[in-house]
């Protein structure tokens, strides 16, 4: 899991953003948000302007040089941060995978132009290069002896280049964990509960969310799905043979109305969430940042969602300006992140006071309790 996150010169951070996962407390209560030290289960607020989902796209911009994956580079423009003199922004990630730490750190000019990189495992230089001072890259994976280590005018990460074109032993603890960081980067997804279906990583291109539901039989689960969530309402499918497409429609009885032209926005919403959340569920996700997750959400159903969250077995950061969520009965206070002036802490860090289970850590917010 991704342990600390550092970034630098990207978009309004321009000095380095730290958001450290591990800087937890010993509370007794809604334990199941962290794991192994490690906040699981994430929170952030924060005013306007500040930068929430420009720390989502930085936290994805990893996904970008070293998968496939979709990647939305339209989110990607003014790159370096304006203020700045520096050319480059700097990436730091820390990861936790089956006992061992991965830092992997990287610089780019823009989102296609890689800089250097450098990717330590268990304390040991695993591969390395800066294109500033050398073309050669370092590699000391085991599997890599043979292989041309010159990088030439090339684009591509020295990561991807060591994946695509080695055969690692299998059985050398470091080449695991490699494997295990990679997999880990396939699998990470940011989206954000707008109307619109734009997200960041895990798939390729853009799938539409009725025909995903229909396609998977999944047309009763959603509509569960959405009673449980209080839309009260009974779907089905309307096949148009002449056109030979079928369509997600409510059903009134008497007529038939497809579902995305009369849905709410907080329905639609609901509707890309129940989409994400079948990736979640089935263990295709192991890192999801979800943007502005309750835009269209009363907030009742914003606390339904955390639930459901909370229940999948993959690490969750989610945005929000929703203050009634600052809640003891859903998290905990080092589970709460408030950002502010390229500063990251959770509500814990953020007092010298004991926090407890029965504190309202809302109206102490409100009440300017944290430094804000």
């Given at each position: ?11 309004n951070?321009e ?6 996962f591990?800087?937890?407390k ?10 192994d030290?490690?906040a ?8 306007n302007g500040?930068?929430k989902?420009?720390?989502?796209f930085?936290?994805l911009?990893?996904?970008?040089h070293l ?11 003014h790159?370096?941060?304006?203020s ?6 700097t990436?730091?990630?820390?990861f ?9 750190i990287?610089t780019k000019?823009s ?10 495992i268990?304390?040991t230089?695993y ?7 050398s ?8 599997g890599t002896?043979?292989?041309n280590?010159?990088?030439?005018n ?23 964990i490699f ?10 997804l ?6 619109e ?5 895990l798939?390729?291109g853009i799938?539409?969310i009725d025909e995903?539901?229909?396609s ?23 096949k148009?043979?002449f ?5 997600l429609?409510f ?14 926005s907080?329905?639609?919403?609901l ?11 089935y263990n ?8 502005e ?13 955390i639930?459901?969250?909370?229940k ?6 989610v945005?929000t ?17 408030l950002l ?9 860090n953020?007092?010298?006071?004991e ?9 102490m917010y409100?009440?300017d309790?944290?430094?804000?």
């Amino acid at each position: 899991m991704l342990t600390k996150f550092e970034v630098t010169n990207f978009k309004n951070f321009e000095k380095t953003l730290i958001f450290d996962f591990k800087n937890i407390k010993n509370y007794k209560f809604n334990e199941e948000c962290i794991v192994d030290g490690t906040a699981y289960k994430s929170l952030i607020y924060g005013h306007n302007g500040m930068g929430k989902s420009n720390l989502g796209f930085a936290m994805l911009d990893i996904v970008s040089h070293l998968t496939d994956k979709n990647f939305d580079k339209d989110k990607f423009t003014h790159y370096i941060n304006a203020s700045s003199t520096a050319d480059v922004a700097t990436f730091k990630y820390e990861f936790e995978f089956k006992g061992s730490s991965v830092v992997y750190i990287y610089t780019k000019e823009s989102v296609d132009v890689l800089i250097s990189e450098e990717l330590i495992i268990n304390d040991t230089l695993y591969a390395s290069i800066d294109k500033r001072q050398s073309t050669i890259a370092k590699i000391f994976a085991r599997g890599t002896e043979t292989l041309n280590k010159d990088m030439g005018n090339s684009k591509v990460s020295i990561l991807s280049y060591i994946n695509k074109n080695s055969i690692l032993d299998e059985e050398e603890n470091n080449n695991i964990i490699f494997n295990e960081f990679l997999d880990f980067v396939n699998k990470m997804l940011f989206f954000r509960s707008l109307e619109e279906n734009r997200y960041i990583g895990l798939e390729q291109g853009i799938k539409a969310i009725d025909e995903d539901i229909i396609s998977h039989d999944n047309v009763e689960d959603f509509e569960y799905f959405l009673n449980e969530m209080g839309i009260e309402c009974k779907l089905d499918i309307l096949k148009i043979d002449f056109l030979n497409i079928k369509q997600l429609v409510f059903d009134f009885g008497n007529s038939q109305i497809p579902f995305f032209e009369i849905a709410s926005s907080g329905t639609k919403a609901l509707a890309l969430f129940y989409f994400w959340i079948q990736r979640l569920k089935y263990n295709k996700v192991k890192f999801v940042f979800i943007d502005e997750f309750d835009a269209f959400y009363h907030h009742t159903l914003s606390f339904k969602i955390i639930e459901q969250l909370k229940k999948i077995d993959i690490q969750v950061i989610v945005t929000t300006h929703n203050t009634s969520l600052i809640s003891n009965e859903l998290l905990r206070p080092d589970c709460y992140f408030l950002l502010k002036n390229n500063e990251i802490k959770s509500l814990a860090n953020r007092t010298v006071k004991e926090l407890r289970e029965a504190h309202n850590i809302e109206k102490m917010y409100k009440a300017d309790s944290f430094g804000l």
